[in-house]
């Protein structure tokens, strides 16, 4: 049996959290500091650095140390092939016209949906 690409596995991991995928829709309007995210998430700063490490660890985030604080984006040039796609489909399923702290909140079901629609429609992993 042909082994699962580790990088697949672990983008699916980090989009496999409401949390992190709320956190990739807040970072599609502009990069946000730690507690910006935490804030307008209503996470804990604990938390909210959890799910910001497996988010860069698959390769979504780039984060530039300013002095204590830290700032996160959603990378352009990743080693992960799949962000690309992912950004993507991210950008084309969620309204652009939402203010900045409602944007992610209300918008997660329309990514889920939208996400399990698209693996219904997909029937192999060579089809991603």
């Known amino acids: 049996m042909k082994s699962v690409d580790r990088i697949l596995v672990n ?3 980090a989009l496999g959290d409401e949390s992190r995928l709320n956190i990739l829709a807040l970072l599609l309007n502009k990069p ?3 507690c910006e995210i935490g804030r307008r998430l209503h996470l ?9 490490t497996i988010l860069s660890e ?5 984060c530039d140390k300013e002095g204590k604080w ?3 984006s959603i990378t352009s040039n990743s080693f992960n092939a799949y962000v690309p796609t992912v950004r993507a489909m991210l950008q084309e399923w969620l309204p ?3 203010n900045a702290d409602d944007f992610a909140i209300q918008n997660c079901q329309l990514i889920s949906q939208n996400y399990k629609k698209f693996l219904e429609n997909t029937s192999t992993i060579d089809e991603i």
């Open 11 to 13: 983008t699916f991991k």
């Open 32 to 34: 946000l500091y730690v």
């Open 44 to 52: 804990a700063f604990s938390t909210t650095s959890q799910h910001l």
């Open 58 to 62: 698959a390769g979504f985030l780039n």
């Open 70 to 72: 830290v700032r996160y």
């Open 96 to 98: 652009q016209d939402l």
